[in-house]
């Protein structure tokens, strides 16, 4: 897949070339959001290899920066990410994917969302309590990936 050289903001900005801005570790950020309900699912990011797969197979492949490695999602647990539609913002630095979620989930926890709490921004504490928004998790993730290690890198 040829993507187009960034030759000035007039192309980059109002311009019909898609040349994306990948940062210094090669990297292009993500929000993936339910493309009926506009739920936020997920954040990540995509190398130019995921970029282009996500693109090929209209399923959305991210890149794993904790195990260093391309995560095309639903690949293990089978709750894969339809593209119904991708855009990129104005100066191409960050993508914007519309999914249909076969299984209803997204979150490796078990939750529909990544985004499953929030943070108690009233609460008369130094340091603010996290609720949770979600009470039921959609599958349990020892069942989908057994015993392995989380992903998330503390």
């Not at 209803?104 to 928004?133: D, I, N, Q």
Request: charged fraction near 25%; glycine fraction near 6%; aromatic fraction near 10%.
């Amino acid at each position: 897949m040829q993507f187009a050289q960034r030759s000035s903001v007039e192309q980059v900005e109002e311009g019909h070339d898609l040349a994306p801005k990948f940062d210094a570790n090669g990297l292009i950020p993500v929000v993936t959001t339910d493309h009926q309900s506009g739920e936020l699912l997920m954040h990540g990011y995509m190398n130019l290899e995921a970029f282009e797969k996500t693109i090929n197979l209209q399923e959305a492949v991210y890149f794993s920066r904790s195990r260093n490695v391309l995560w095309h999602k639903g690949a293990t647990s089978g709750l894969v990410q339809k593209v119904v539609e991708m855009r990129i913002d104005d100066d191409q630095d960050c993508v914007w994917l519309r999914v249909d979620v076969s299984g209803g989930a997204s979150c490796h926890v078990g939750y529909r969302s990544c985004f499953y709490r929030k943070v108690e921004l009233e609460a008369e504490t130094e340091t603010p309590p996290l609720v949770f928004m979600e009470s039921e998790k959609v599958f349990d993730p020892k069942e989908v990936y057994g015993d392995a290690p989380n992903p998330t890198k503390l």
